[in-house]
């Protein structure tokens, strides 16, 4: 902290050189301050310097992933900081103008809490929620505008965002407006850089102790602003003296600027491309008004969609794009700068916004502001009009400008001659113009609006899994007593007087030897299961979408789903949203699910994911109810082609293997699969605007081995990277054609048994697994010299009294047969199935 910043940068002199000779003005702290601040001189009567942010996306245009990378690395900082579980209850706040986009970023990184910013835009309708004064400001009046009324009445911790931390005022300002509204027990500031004083820093501590909160400070670097006595008064002469001399020169380019946006084709000023992004509907622009995490889920589904159409509409021959932001709204044209600069190859992208902030221009390669677009304000400002700036854009020789605004700033000042726009083609050949919709909140209380389905279920409150793991589109039917006896749910099931769907098996536990015996088929099945997941999510990548949405059928899909969600986290760094519907046999899946993704998503890139396939019933279930659905709901895009891990009855095309192998999630009921129970469909329990439920078995925490079975499969994810790679490269130029050779198999057995039932009949390892946990087993078929893969299904069918008989030429590792024609009467004095 005593050292000063070395004013020699990567790449050439720090651009703070300038300001630092001729006002004695020194940066103290951590080496890296250079490279993320320089200096600069403002027309403001409360600070003369200004440290000038060359990561932040506002006055220096930068690459977007290394803007939205520094506000994302924060935000895992913060979580890490908190915990998952304090951080599902944290709320991230931003600070307008300059930090709306650095806050969003860090809401990114924390991954689970509602976002908001502060706003100097009042919007009809809203009433404020809170407001506070930002004393070095040149416009201090902080609005906050949330749509949802409650979203700061929480306890959990209040997360404040700001692009630097100097004298803490406003962050004082902030907690103590909030603090007497909604008191917390913690906040944590967070700051790309950290310049308090050492007298400011304790303040801040002592302002905790006084509201008895504790307060944390996450910073990317930190220092301090060394400031000669009358430096405000030298700096204001310093700007004057330039203002002076620059003036005449001044006026001069501000006529030649208006008079070439008015000789153009000797009537209508230069023209722009206006683009179409087709922004998502209800989609908010950015953090006004809250942007919750599923915002951030439709957002994420949209953008590579949003982005092709940007490329598409850039110059052939253009190398250096700019993508130009507005004001406070910073976020959204920052990730499309940052998707645009994915998709677009060849070409260097960067990023910056308008602003409200008056700089003073000095082309000088050790001064942070080199040029100054000057234009009026185009947004009917509450504040009335005035002048409004574009920092370093004049002289950068961008082959393309993308001028990315809000709706409410459309308007007839942006497109006047002496506008924004005309004052863009002044110094690029081709500007492109996109219209983000102004996001405006819809009244508290509309009485003909239809129910709205709930956001999805996530652990801790409902299942043992993190809540990125999985959403689950489910209601919770914990408090319901819905088990009955094994043998009376059978007898019911097979006599028609009730749906299996309609009530639970009561939870097998198992025995000492049992778990023991998941625990080694885990082990020794961990990396061959790891291989299946890579291969049928590089599939899934490859063939079906870049950016899928996950839905998995609950309950064997769910621990696929979140490896396969982990798997494209682990290879290609991508956060994946995983949801878990109920889909049952006879009935369909969960058409109300189904509404809530089409309403949230691109129906196109979910894909379905299940464990395993055993005949196919579900496959052909889920295939009929996606044309039964698209038939009542008129929404289309669904692809009822479903991603398993293991195909063995040869029903599906998307699949890492096609091997009959123990599969340890099968093992094992709800403390392998969250703690969840298998869904319910009851008339009396779930109505038309209801979710299928479930329970959440907390009572067997103790058994719970979910994520145990994920960690270990995950671990070995390294170890069969390569062998992945090989596997997909064969399968993507296979022949992976369904065959259905296992239902035809599932047909013939059931006739030379007597059994005359395909449902009776559970091809596959999984499937007799289910069998002997679930519902009354006859007996079980298994394939002659099968090895260790059955060594789980001989205990439980010794424990139960149930013949195995070897067979040869079966195509499946074995196949468990249900008790035809059940009553209790089947079963002798013990319990156990009859030997027939």
Known sequence: MNNAVNNEVPGGIWSGTWVAERLGVELLGDDKLADLLGLALRRNPKRAHLLVSNVLGKHVPQSPSVVYGHGFALGRRVRDLLGTEEAARAVVLGY????????????????????????????????????????????????????????????????????????????????????????????????????????????????????????????????????????????????????????????????????????????????????????PHGLPDGGRHGFTPQHRIRLETALPAMAARLAEALPATARRVHVLGFEELMYAPLRLARELEQVAEGVAVTYSTTTRSPVLAVDDPGYAIRTRITFPSHDNPADGPGERYAYNIAGADFDAIVAVIDSTADTAELHAPDGLLAQLHAHTPRVLLTVVPSYVPEPLYVPERPPMLPEPLRGPAFSSYAPEDV????????????????????????????????????????????????????????????????????IVLAERSPRPVLVSLARAGTPVGVLMRRWAEFRHGLDLPHYAVSIVRGRGIDANALRWLAAHHD?????????????????????????????????????????????????????????????????????????????????????????????????????????????????????????????????????????????????????????????????????????????????????????ADLDHVRLLAEQRGVPVEEVDELPYTCVGLIHPKYTRGATGADGKAVNV
């Open 603 to 787: 129906p196109a890139d979910v894909v379905f994911v299940d464990g395993w396939t055993g005949k196919g019933a579900i496959t052909r279930e889920l295939a009929d109810a996606i044309k039964e659905f698209e038939a009542s709901d008129g929404i289309t895009g669904f692809d009822p082609e479903i991603a398993v891990l293991a195909d063995p009855g040869s029903c599906v095309k998307t699949y890492g293997t096609r091997e009959d192998f123990l599969i340890p999630s099968a093992c094992l009921n709800s403390t392998v699969s969250g703690l969840i129970s298998r869904t319910v469909l009851r008339a009396d329990l779930v109505g038309p605007n209801d979710f299928h439920g479930a329970k959440f078995y907390r009572e067997l925490a103790g058994a719970d081995v979910s994520v145990d079975f994920l960690d270990a499969v995950a671990a070995a994810f390294p170890e069969v990277a390569e062998a992945v790679g090989t596997q997909v490269k064969e399968l993507l130029s296979g022949d992976r054609t369904p065959t259905w050779e296992g239902w035809a198999a599932v047909e013939r057995i059931s006739e030379e048994y007597g059994i005359h039932d395909v449902n009776l009949v559970k091809p596959g390892v999984g499937e007799t697994t289910r069998v002997l946990l679930r519902r009354v087993p006859w007996k079980i078929l298994a394939r002659a010299g099968a090895g």
């Open 471 to 538: 959403g689950w589109l489910l209601q919770d039917l914990s408090d319901v007593t819905l088990e009955a006896p094994t043998e009376e749910r059978e007898e019911a099931i097979q006599s028609g007087g009730a749906h299996y769907a309609e009530s639970l098996p009561v939870e097998y536990q198992p025995s000492e030897q049992y778990q023991q015996l998941f625990h080694t088929a885990l082990e020794g099945s961990a990396a061959r299961l790891a291989q299946a997941v890579g291969a049928v999510t590089e």
């Open 96 to 279: 307008a103008e300059t930090a709306t986009g650095l806050g969003h970023s860090v809401a990114d990184g924390v991954g689970l809490a509602p976002y908001l910013h502060s706003t100097r835009r009042p919007v009809p309708g809203v009433a404020p929620a809170g407001g506070f004064e930002e004393s070095h400001s040149h416009a201090t009046s902080h609005l906050l505008l949330p749509e949802d009324p409650a979203l700061l009445v929480g306890d959990g911790p209040l997360v404040l965002v700001d692009d630097e931390f100097s004298t803490g005022n406003t962050i004082l300002n902030t907690i103590r407006d909030l603090h007497e509204r909604y008191p917390r027990r913690r906040y944590v500031v967070v700051a790309l850089v950290d310049m308090r004083s050492a007298a400011d820093a304790g303040r801040l501590e002592d302002f905790a102790r006084e509201i008895g909160a504790r307060v944390d400070l996450v910073a990317a670097a930190s220092g301090t602003v060394s400031l000669p006595e009358g430096v405000l008064e030298k700096g204001q002469a310093l700007v004057a003296e330039h203002l002076d001399a620059l003036g005449a020169r001044g006026c001069v380019e501000s006529a030649a600027t208006a008079a070439r946006a008015r000789q153009a084709p000797t009537g209508p000023h230069p023209t722009h491309k206006r683009v179409d992004l087709h922004w």
